[in-house]
């Protein structure tokens, strides 16, 4: 993770932990409904999806609630949340000593590498960089439940070392002789995966649970084999493998007990969290008066207080979503079927077909038009991360949404596939755009991994826009007001997406940050208020079987 990217996302919770450590229910819900996935990953791959780990996640958040109040820097709110999951992980491994854990218990949990296969969709190489979790030691799988997250741009190394309660000279040891591991590791993976006569024999009495004994003698037998022993193609490094990976969903029907308990509702009140609050986060899929709620899925609904209008659309379920989408609207006035010379009223927005110029760095944005805001429901939670074609996510209700970009050259660079809008229902504003910068502008000389912009360099190559394609920001913001799902299509050029619900605040928070604050450039202010503020350039109405093929358009 670059140290501008923490910045950045520490900037967007601080006032959201202030709040809640003020007492605001719906800040607090916010904020255990954001970091939850954080968590989860952690513990999950620590203890390889072991029976303990729904208990330890609880532990784990109910004593961040607890202690909420005693944080002084909210900017260090991740660290801490962190540090305090591994010091539950590492007291689990105290209470319950390897020889007296229930092995049934173990066994018939969900085994997180291959949870993270089937969530990620994860093949070759990134696959075998799973599944080889299961080989390591207890100790090595909770360094790599860090290291995985901070190669994947989660976590930095200061706070990895921090939660491992070790210096950053000594987790940079620690890290280099796990990464020796994973790749041994991953050398016995792709060897059971081979067809080597001699391995079926050695492990004709295996009953398939990797431990230490068979790990030796399986890396005994690839190390003396000319055919488990040569690669079939390059292998890879790890780290270049989960450079920008997602989290691993939360799984359905996974809850928050944090109500149980006479401590638990006493701590969470005394910082303002009503009994009645904790107490929906115990059930499976409900509708909150104020706040958040995690549901089955790990949905998350964002709403108002009840004072306000309610959302305009609910969460989407599986007999919504299959029902026939609306017509696609006319591509342009001239298409429309109807006499009239008017416009049809379900015509509606404008934009660019064409690259736009970036505005003086220095040039503030105008005042960004505010929208009414009933709430954003999401599909992917509070935080969703999309890094391979086929994903997507789809939001309903009334509200901002900020869509932050990462281009990755350095690990395929070439021509862009656009992520697409489908299935528009209602409208859609492309409102603002800000991070601090454009993708195109320079950032450095390449000697950062060989990025000169955020588009590329010429030593790992440039990532190219369709022609015609505006250049997008670091941060892009939409407004929704109905329902509209977003995929990610890559094919050629590697990217990945990551998915806030927003606010009018936050928006014009980020696009404000300037030159004079550490930025490149202040924000774009592109709405203006009215019904021909311009749309995102990749929209449609209908539902194609291939996202990908969504055109270009000038009006909805």
């Known amino acids: 993770m670059t140290q501008e990217r923490t910045i950045v996302e520490g900037r967007q919770?601080?006032?959201?932990?202030?709040?809640?450590?003020?007492?605001?229910?719906?800040?607090?819900?916010?904020?255990?409904?954001?970091?939850?996935?954080?968590?989860?990953?952690?513990?999950?791959?620590?203890?390889?999806?072991?029976?303990?780990?729904?208990?330890?996640?609880?532990?784990?958040?109910?004593?961040?609630?607890?202690?909420?109040?005693?944080?002084?820097?909210?900017?260090?709110?991740?660290?801490?949340?962190?540090?305090?999951?591994?010091?539950?992980?590492?007291?689990?491994?105290r209470r319950k000593q390897p020889d007296r854990l229930d092995e049934s218990a173990a066994h018939e949990a969900t085994d997180f590498a291959e949870l993270t296969v089937l969530r990620l969709q994860l093949e070759g190489q990134r696959r075998e960089v799973a599944e080889a979790v299961r080989w390591l030691d207890d100790e090595d799988r909770q360094l790599l439940s860090l290291w995985w997250l901070e190669v994947a741009g989660e976590l930095t190394r200061r706070e990895l070392a921090s939660a491992a309660g070790i210096s950053r000279q000594h987790a940079a040891v620690r890290v280099q002789r796990l990464k020796e591991r994973v790749e041994n590791a991953r050398g016995i993976v792709r060897a059971l995966d081979g067809a080597c006569p001699e391995l079926r024999e050695v492990t004709a009495r295996w009953n398939g649970r990797p431990d230490s004994v068979w790990r030796k003698r399986l890396a005994r037998h690839i190390r003396g084999c000319g055919y488990c022993g040569d690669a079939r193609q390059a292998v890879v490094p790890a780290e270049r493998l989960l450079v920008g990976i997602a989290l691993v969903p939360l799984p359905v029907g996974f809850t928050l007990s944090l109500a149980f308990g006479g401590k638990t509702a006493v701590a969470a009140t005394s910082i303002g969290w009503s009994a009645k609050v904790l107490g929906a986060l115990t059930k499976p899929a409900v509708a909150m008066t104020a706040g958040a709620s995690i549901v089955a899925g790990g949905a998350y609904v964002v709403t108002q207080p009840p004072a306000d209008p309610p959302p305009r659309a609910a969460a989407p379920t599986a007999a919504s979503t299959a029902r026939p989408p609306a017509p696609s609207a006319p591509a342009s006035p001239t298409a429309s079927p109807s006499p009239s010379p008017t416009r049809q009223p379900d015509l509606y927005g404008t934009v660019v077909d064409a690259v736009d110029q970036a505005p003086d760095p220095n040039t503030r944005p105008a005042a960004l038009p505010r929208r009414p805001e009933s709430g954003i429901t999401s599909t992917g939670g509070a935080r969703t991360v999309m890094q391979h074609r086929g994903e997507n996510v789809t939001l309903s209700g009334q509200g901002y949404v900020l869509v932050r970009w990462q281009i990755a050259p350095h690990d395929r660079p070439g021509g862009l596939t656009m992520p697409t809008w489908t299935g528009l229902k209602g409208k859609l504003f492309h409102v603002a755009s800000g991070g601090g910068r454009r993708m195109d502008d320079v950032i450095g000389d390449g000697s950062d991994r060989g990025y000169v912009t955020g588009m590329g360099g010429p030593d790992i190559g440039y990532t190219d826009l369709p022609d015609g394609t505006q250049q997008m920001w670091q941060n892009e913001f939409f407004y929704v007001d109905g329902t509209v799902t977003l995929n990610v299509n890559e094919r050629g050029a590697s990217y990945g997406l990551t998915v806030f619900p927003s606010s009018w605040d936050k928006v014009t928070e980020d696009i404000q940050n300037g030159p004079d604050q550490g930025a490149i450039r202040y924000g774009l202010v592109r709405d203006n208020g009215k019904d021909t503020a311009p749309v995102p350039q990749y929209v449609t109405r209908a539902t194609p079987a291939d996202p990908a093929t969504v055109a270009q358009r000038s009006r909805l």
């Not at 809640?20 to 954080?38: F, S």
């Not at 202690?67 to 010091?87: E, Q, Y």
């Open 13 to 93: 919770w601080r006032s959201t932990i202030a709040a809640a450590q003020a007492g605001d229910r719906q800040a607090l819900d916010e904020l255990v409904a954001g970091w939850l996935p954080l968590v989860y990953n952690i513990v999950g791959r620590a203890l390889n999806g072991h029976a303990d780990v729904d208990d330890v996640v609880q532990e784990t958040m109910l004593r961040a609630v607890d202690n909420l109040g005693s944080l002084r820097d909210p900017d260090s709110f991740r660290s801490w949340l962190v540090a305090i999951a591994m010091r539950q992980i590492r007291d689990r491994a």
